[in-house]
C-alpha cells in the first residue's frame, strides 16, 4: 500500500507539476518541496491553499496527505524511565540521534519567518501613511496567523525569531491602538509585546515599547511619568540604536512640559550628538529606524513646547524640506506635526492671524491622528482666550475633525 507521502507525490505528478515547476508556481525553493515529499517538513500554513488550488485536491484531503508521523508529539516519559534499567551506550547514541532529529523539525520553516520579518518591516513603512483604523485591521490579521504558528514545531532559533516577529507586531498595534484612542487593547498590545521581548531577550523591543508608552503620558498630561518612562527605555536601548535617539528625544520633550529648560536644553545635545554619525537609512518612513531628519522636528516641538521663540526656525525648517519631498508622499503626518509646532509657536510671540493659518493647515489635512488632537486643541484655546474673531471657524474645524476620526 502507497505511503501518505508517495500519495503526495503521485497527485503532484498528476497535477502536472515536477518538484522544480511546483516550488516556482509557489515561490519556494525546490529543496522545500523535496522535504514536504520526504517527510522532514510540512508546508506553512499560509502557503497550503494555494498548494491545494495548484494541486487540484481539497484543502481536507490535502492535509491528510501532508500529515506525517513524525509530527505527533510523544509524551515525556517519567524521570525513573529516563534511563532504563540495562540501557546499553549504543541506546543513548539512538536517542541523541532521535532527539537532535526532534530538534530540527519544523512547521515553521526560515521562510515563512523571513516572509514575516519583511511584512514587519513593510507595516512599520506604512505607518507614515496609512490609516490607522486600516492598518490596526491588518496587524490584527498578522498576529493571530503568528499566534497560530506559535502552536506548530519550530527550533529554538525559530522560536526566537517568532517571538520577535511576536513583539515587533504587538508593539505596532499598541501604537496604532494609542493613535485611535483605545486603551485597553493599547495597553494589552504593549503588555504582549513586552512579554515576548523579555522572552527573546530583545531589550530594542522593550526599550521602544518604553518609549511608547512615555509618547503616550505626555499626550496625556502626566509629564513626569512620561520622563521616568523615556529614561527607563534609555537604560534599556541598545548603545547606538534608533531607539536610544528616540528615547532621549522623549526625555527632552518631557523636561520641556514640565518647564525645566536647563535639563531639557541639555537633552537636546545629547540627541544632537547621537544623531551626528547617522546617515539616512535606506527607507527613512520606517516607524522604528531612525531618520536624523527627525531630529529638526524634534527641535521644533521641544522647543515649541518650552516656549522658545527659536521653535519658528526649526517648524519652518522641517516644513521646507517635507514640501521638497511632497511628491514622494513619505511625510504627511511630519507635515501635520510642523505645522501645529508651528502655530504653538506664532501664537507664543502673538501672531495669532499666522498660527491660526497654521493650525487650519494641520486640521484640513486630515493627517491628524486622534492622541495627536490634544496639539491642536492647544492652538484651538490659545485663539479662543484672546477673543479673536477666527477662533469660531478653527474651533469648527477642530471639532469636525474629531468627528471624522470617530
Known sequence: MASKRQRLIRVRKGAGYTQESLAEALSVDVKTVRNWESGRTEPSPHLRPKLARLLDTPRRELDVLLHSESSVVVPLPAASALRPRGATAEDDEAAAWELASRIAASDVGSETL?????????????????????????????????????????????????????????????????????????????????????????????????????????????????????????????????????????VGRAL????????????????????????VPERPEHHYRYDPNKSVAYMATTLAWAGDPAAESFAREILNRLHRQEHNGRWPRRVASANLDLALTLVASDRMDEAVGAAQVAIASGRVVPSNHWRAAEVVRAVEARKLAEGRELREAYEEMKRADG
Open 114 to 250: 523571513s516572509q514575516l520579518e519583511n511584512i514587519v518591516d513593510d507595516l512599520a513603512i506604512a505607518y507614515a501613511t496609512t490609516a490607522p483604523a486600516e492598518l490596526v485591521t491588518k496587524l490584527r490579521g498578522y498576529l493571530g496567523y503568528v499566534r497560530r504558528l506559535l502552536d506548530g514545531r519550530m527550533t529554538l532559533a525559530e522560536h526566537r525569531r517568532l517571538l520577535v516577529v511576536g513583539g515587533w507586531l504587538s508593539l505596532l498595534a499598541g501604537t496604532v491602538h494609542i493613535d485611535l484612542k483605545q486603551p485597553r487593547a493599547a495597553r494589552s498590545r504593549l503588555r504582549t509585546a513586552d512579554s515576548l521581548a523579555k522572552h527573546a531577550e530583545h531589550n530594542e523591543i522593550r526599550a521602544w515599547g518604553l518609549e511608547t508608552e512615555a509618547w503616550w503620558l505626555l499626550t496625556d498630561g502626566d509629564y513626569q511619568g512620561a520622563l521616568s518612562l523615556a529614561r527607563d527605555a534609555e537604560d534599556f536601548a541598545p548603545g547606538g540604536s534608533s531607539i536610544e535617539i528616540q528615547s532621549a528625544a522623549q
Open 256 to 279: 520641556a512640559r514640565l518647564g525645566d529648560k536647563p535639563e531639557m536644553y541639555r537633552a537636546i545635545e545629547r540627541v544632537n550628538h547621537l544623531v551626528e554619525p547617522l546617515k
